[in-house]
C-alpha cells in the first residue's frame, strides 16, 4: 500500500534514493517490479515523490534490491566523524502505521553493525517476508517500554520491557503491539561478515 506524499522532503529523498539505487543495479522499472512484486506504477508514483511506500512495501523494494531499510535510508556517505548526533539522524514514519524509525549509529564507518530506534504505536502490526539474500544477517530486538509480540518463522515470542529477542532477520517475521501504549525499542542489526 501507498499513501499520499504530503510534500516531505524525506519523502522525495525517498523516491530520488529509489531511482538511483534502481539506476545503479541497472534495473528498469519492469524489473524491480518483477523482482519485488510491486507493481510498475507504484514504484514510478514513489520515485517521482507522488506517494509514500509504507514500511512492507519499502521491505519489499529494499529485499529486492539487496538492501536493508537502514542501508536504503543511508542518504549520504560517511564522513569522519565517529558521532551520530541526534538533531541529524534520519527519522522515517511509515504513513500507513505510525511505525516511526531513527537510524542512530553513524552512517558510512565500516561496523557490520547497525542501530535503530524504532517507536510502534499501540495495535500496529508490520510482517516482513523472509530475506533469503540476506543470509548471516541477524537483528537483536531490545525493547524498553511497552509490549511487542514478535513471531519469527512458526515461533512466538511476547516481549516485556527489558528483554532482547536474538533472531535471523532471513526468516520471515511479524512486528506487533498487543499493547494499548507505544512499544519503544531498538533493533541491533548485524550485517553479517563481508
Known amino acids: 500500500m501507498i499513501m499520499e506524499n504530503g510534500n516531505d522532503p524525506l519523502e522525495s529523498a525517498i523516491g530520488e534514493r529509489l531511482r538511483l539505487l534502481r539506476g545503479a543495479r541497472a534495473m528498469t522499472l519492469d524489473d524491480l517490479a518483477g523482482a519485488s512484486g510491486v507493481s510498475r506504477a507504484m514504484i514510478s508514483r514513489i520515485e517521482r515523490g507522488e506517494a509514500s511506500p509504507?514500511?512492507?512495501l519499502l521491505s519489499r523494494l529494499c529485499a529486492a534490491l539487496d538492501l536493508t531499510l537502514s542501508a536504503f535510508f543511508a542518504f549520504s556517505e560517511g564522513t569522519d566523524d565517529p558521532v551520530s548526533r541526534h538533531e541529524a539522524q534520519t527519522v522515517w514514519r511509515d504513513p500507513e502505521t505510525g511505525y516511526q524509525r531513527r537510524a542512530v549509529s553513524p552512517q558510512g564507518t565500516p561496523s557490520r553493525v547497525e542501530v535503530i530506534d524504532v517507536t510502534f504505536p499501540a495495535g500496529a502490526r508490520i510482517a516482513?517476508?523472509?530475506?533469503?539474500?540476506?543470509?548471516?544477517?541477524?537483528?537483536?530486538v531490545w525493547l524498553f517500554s511497552?509490549?511487542?509480540?514478535m513471531t519469527v518463522g512458526d515461533a512466538v515470542h511476547d516481549l516485556r520491557p527489558g528483554d532482547c529477542l536474538y533472531m535471523s532477520i532471513t526468516e520471515g517475521h511479524v512486528f506487533e503491539n498487543p499493547g494499548d501504549t507505544p512499544a519503544h525499542y531498538a533493533v541491533v542489526l548485524d550485517r553479517g561478515r563481508s
Open 128 to 140: 516482513y517476508p523472509p530475506e533469503t539474500a540476506k543470509a548471516g544477517m541477524t537483528q537483536h
Open 54 to 56: 509504507t514500511a512492507q
Open 146 to 149: 511497552g509490549s511487542l509480540r
